[in-house]
């Protein structure tokens, strides 16, 4: 009597990198449907008003939590592709500055943000307390968001010394918007316009991730 074993399916080091990099495509549609779907379902949140960090309050807070780890958990698999798929210029720091706003996101659900702007309902409108976890949020986002500047900037200067100048103009724009919306929150001492601003920036930095992962992707 014979029996016939399944066949064995190895991973080869390019399908792990092309997975790896296929995080940092779901990362930022993950991140931002989970963010407006809740910001459409809470009650009292205002998008204009309340940053996606206040989400991390209240009942559901566990929701934007959960979200924030996950979201970090897929940038740091999308930087090890992207170590991984990188050479020359820029190479090594491109991920580590990229992984560094993967870590920002994880200190950002241990450390939630602390209640303010009248959210969660029964906050007051002009609650300006700020917590031990409220301080370790701030640390967390200025290492996040200043990783994902650094990142841009790092991978302009890569796709430049490659020749690839349209993806290079891209990376630059995008660091030097998203750097601007963040200062201008920092600024804007809650101001809606400013509020606004730094969601589209927001949006606008996934959705770079995700463009050049699918772009170290489909050359991988």
């Known amino acids: 009597m014979t029996t016939t074993q399944a066949p064995v399916v190895r991973t080869t080091p390019r399908t792990t990198t092309r997975t790896l990099l296929t995080a940092g495509l779901v990362a930022g549609p993950l991140y ?6 809740q910001a459409a379902t809470r009650e009292g949140f205002d998008i204009t008003r309340h940053p996606a960090s206040l989400l991390a309050n209240g009942g559901p807070g566990w929701i934007q939590s959960v979200n924030f780890v996950l979201a970090a958990l897929l940038t740091v698999a999308a930087a090890v592709g992207l170590h991984r798929s990188m050479s020359g210029r820029g190479s090594r720091w491109a991920p580590r500055l990229l992984g560094a706003y993967g870590v920002g996101l994880l200190l950002a659900a241990i450390f939630p943000a602390d ?27 200025t290492i996040g968001f200043t990783g994902l500047i650094a990142a841009c900037l790092v991978m302009a200067a890569y796709y430049r010394s490659t020749g690839q100048t349209g ?9 030097v918007l998203f750097f601007g919306a963040f200062a201008g929150l920092m ?7 400013t509020i606004t601003v730094f969601g589209v920036a927001v949006v606008l930095g996934w959705s770079w991730i995700a463009a050049i992962c699918a772009q170290h992707r489909r050359t991988t």
């Open 115 to 141: 209640p303010g702007a009248g959210f969660p309902v029964g906050t007051p409108g002009d609650h300006a307390e700020i917590s031990a976890r409220g301080m370790g949020h701030f640390v967390a986002g």
């Open 32 to 37: 931002t449907a989970v963010w407006l779907g």
């Open 187 to 193: 600024a804007g001492a809650g101001k809606p316009v």
């Open 167 to 175: 993806w290079a103009r891209y990376s630059t724009v995008t660091g």
